[in-house]
């Protein structure tokens, strides 16, 4: 026992003491050996050190953590703890492989956080696909006559909502913060998206289906976009085909030659010609007025829209006014296709059905197939019409339960844009136009646009929209149509 002391003495300057239980028994009733650490094994000192203070340091949070293993835990302290050569190396080896993987370890929370964009994005794209494939399988979105349907609707509305976010006017439409929080998340929800950066400040794009019902919603208003000949306008000037002389098809004898045939073709002339008009919308608005806003717009601009249609496509005399377009009047004007009353009778109250039916002899005939041909008038007409009934002709005129009528075996259609029914004189006023609209081209650049202003009105606290579209009219057979007018004096 004195010699072992003694060796521990002599070492305790330079060596790390190994604990170890005598040779042949697990406890010894006397002192324990210590014996000194191989040389090769102290230069990894501080390494043994660190060991021993993580296990040390194990032993007391299980202790802290679980008090069901406090006996357990006292009794591993108390008990001598011996660390074979080999245990050693394997700690060394598990400290030697920490320290050289903690340069990964370092750059763990990017490689997370990079994780988690890829993650956000991904789900993202799943959203964005799924309502692709919602919007390839839905139903055909069903129209009411006179209205838009409610997604054209909130498609108006949540852009029209996101213009006047990205200009700082929003609280023009609602005060409250909460109101506004909800209009923002209606509309991001409504156009599918989470940034609104690739819009402009101004423009709202409709998309196809959508400009389709701006389109349809104009036709139920209009006449002319109703029953002409759609032409689209692309850059500069589009030149669809007029048929001139007709050849004349004949028998042709067996074995000879077919005689050729050469029509006579001119070209209409189609410009852009940009109409529209602003519509003032008050600023107060709520949540649950987002659709009736979006049917407020569509439908106030497919009115003004259809009412400009129609005075352009009717009315236009070719004149500044028009830049220089000539509507269905003046070109029956230029070609000699009108029945003027005659003299001294400058009153729309003048006109019998005579004259109306003598309009009937200033078409082609292929335009006095009834499915084609009406007559177009004012709807004030409505009241002066029956008195053309007669007893030889008591059906001349039938006012049908639909709202729509029939004078002498064609349809009338109703429009706003010519002379009322008077008993006052309107000198050279055209009063009717009879034919086949659809032998006359509307030409059309683009679709409809709507853009917004919060500045326009700022004396008003009002909000402007403004309504564009780029038109043009020409015809395809210039005997098509033609009109009845009222005497010059």
Known sequence: MKRQNKSV???????????????????????????????RARSDAPFLLFALAFLAGLALVLIHFSSAFAYSGLILASVPLALTEDQLKEFQTILSEMKGGWAELRGLPLTCKGLQDENAQLKQQVNDVRRLMAMRIQAPRVRTTGLVSDD????????????????GKLEALASL?????????????SLGVISKASLTTTEIPLPVEYGGEIRELISDFGVVRRRMSPYPIGMGTSRPARMGTRPAFGSIAISAAFPEKSPTITFASLESHKIGGVVRLPREIDQQSIVAMGQFLARYGAVEFARAED?????????????SVKGIVQIARDNTKTVTLAATKTKPSDATLADFRSLRTKVNKAALNGRLSAYYLDSTWETQLPTFKTTAEPNVYQRLPDGTAILDGYPIVWTDV??????????????????????????????????????VYFVNDQLAVRFIEEIDFDYAAVDATAALITAAS
């Open 418 to 455: 010519l002379q009322p029914f008077s008993t006052s004189a309107a000198v050279d006023t055209p009063i009717a136009v009879f034919g086949a609209l659809s032998f006359w081209w509307m030409g059309e650049h683009g679709g409809p646009r709507i853009d917004t202003s919060e500045h």
């Open 177 to 189: 913060p909460a109101q506004r929080d909800s209009l923002i998340s209606f509309a991001r929800e």
């Open 9 to 39: 003495q002599r070492n305790h300057q330079n060596s790390i003491f190994e604990i170890a239980k005598p040779e042949g028994t697990y406890f010894s009733s006397g002192a324990l050996k210590v014996r000194p650490l191989p040389r």
């Open 152 to 167: 054209c609707a909130k498609h108006l509305s949540a852009h029209f909502i996101m213009h006047c976010e990205r200009s």
């Open 311 to 323: 005075t352009w496509g009717f009315l236009a005399d070719g004149s500044g006014t028009y830049e």
